[in-house]
């Protein structure tokens, strides 16, 4: 009787033991893909893709930080995981430009916009060809842009908003008359 006791407890424990590795690995499965970008190698990308202007003006250690400057904007302000349902976020590359430029006096280098902007190209096309982001065609995103309607002032908020549905702001505008009369 003990035996069939043990037996059974054993039986048990290596079915919940299965299961729990089962649901590890199915869980690590459906992870995405992780990219390591080795810092070394994103350098040495970057200096043979700059022209010669630039490398002769920008030390190794420069464009380590600028690097690093680099991805500390992509991390801070662009990019979310892949299974996340935000909306994706469309920038321009001198909004990297400038961040940069305004960090560079912090890290002590000293680099012209056209240098920042050509390491920024290098950085961008060394993450793209290691699979660490995808930057689509501009001329697909040119296309998307033109289709969707953008917004340049208070007026076309206002136009829009009412073709599309309640004006939301006279319910506000008729709260605070009521509490002023």
Not at 24 to 37: K, S
Not at 56 to 84: C, F, K, N, T, V
């Amino acid at each position: 009787m003990a035996f069939l006791i043990l037996a059974g407890a054993a039986l048990v424990v290596v079915v919940v033991g299965l299961w729990a590795t089962g649901h590890a690995v199915h869980t690590t499965a459906a992870m995405p893909d992780q990219i390591v970008v080795d810092v070394h190698e994103a350098i040495e990308f970057c200096a043979q893709a700059l022209i010669d202007e630039h490398t002769g003006q920008l030390s190794y250690d420069d464009l380590r930080r600028l690097l690093r400057l680099h991805l500390e904007w992509i991390q801070a302000y662009h990019w979310s995981p892949a299974s996340s349902d935000s909306t994706p976020i469309v920038f321009e590359q001198f909004d990297a430009v400038s961040y940069v430029m305004e960090r560079i006096t912090v890290t002590g280098v000293e680099a012209t916009e056209a240098q920042v902007a050509a390491v920024i190209q290098a950085h961008s096309d060394y993450l793209q060809v290691m699979g660490a982001i995808h930057i689509e065609d501009p001329v697909d995103v040119e296309a998307d842009l033109k289709e969707m309607p953008l917004l340049s002032s208070g007026a076309d908020i206002a136009a829009q908003i009412e073709e599309s549905g309640p004006n939301l702001s006279t319910d506000s505008t008729e709260d605070n008359q009521d509490s002023d009369g």
